[in-house]
Nanobody, 122 residues
Framework: QVQLVENGGGLVQAGGSLRLSCAASGGTFSTYHMAWFRQAPGKEREFVAAISWIGGGTSYADSVKGRFSISRDNAKKMVYLQMNSLKPEDTAVYYC???????????????WGQGTQVTVSS
């Protein structure tokens, strides 16, 4: 069983930056693939980024590629999402997720945090 807690959300102006963090406890963190998803009001939950526990490979949604960066620190059981050049359309609740598969489909992840709100003003 893995527990995930996100932090770092907030209000930022367009063009600004935020760094989200996700602290994990329980389970064997180093063997889980980790991901960030987001959900805006009235919209489906969408994939943002993922990082594999095997070799640290990463993948990103096209909408954030070049602006966001996902990383992990297995020793600290932490996952991070550095978000630069933020746009109003990035406004959403951001969720950290852990699972046995390296995928962009939210249903493949079995463990979720409570989410952290990111609001980007224009």
């Amino acid at each position: 069983q893995v527990q995930l807690v996100e932090n770092g959300g907030g209000l930022v102006q367009a063009g600004g930056s935020l760094r989200l963090s996700c602290a994990a406890s329980g389970g064997t963190f180093s063997t889980y693939h980790m991901a960030w998803f987001r959900q805006a009001p009235g919209k489906e939950r969408e994939f943002v980024a993922a990082i594999s526990w095997i070799g640290g490979g990463t993948s990103y949604a096209d909408s954030v590629k070049g602006r966001f960066s996902i990383s992990r620190d297995n020793a600290k059981k932490m996952v991070y999402l550095q978000m630069n050049s933020l746009k109003p359309e990035d406004t959403a609740v951001y969720y950290c997720a852990a699972g046995p598969l390296y995928a962009s489909t939210w249903r493949t992840y079995g463990y979720w945090g409570q989410g952290t709100q990111v609001t980007v003003s224009s």
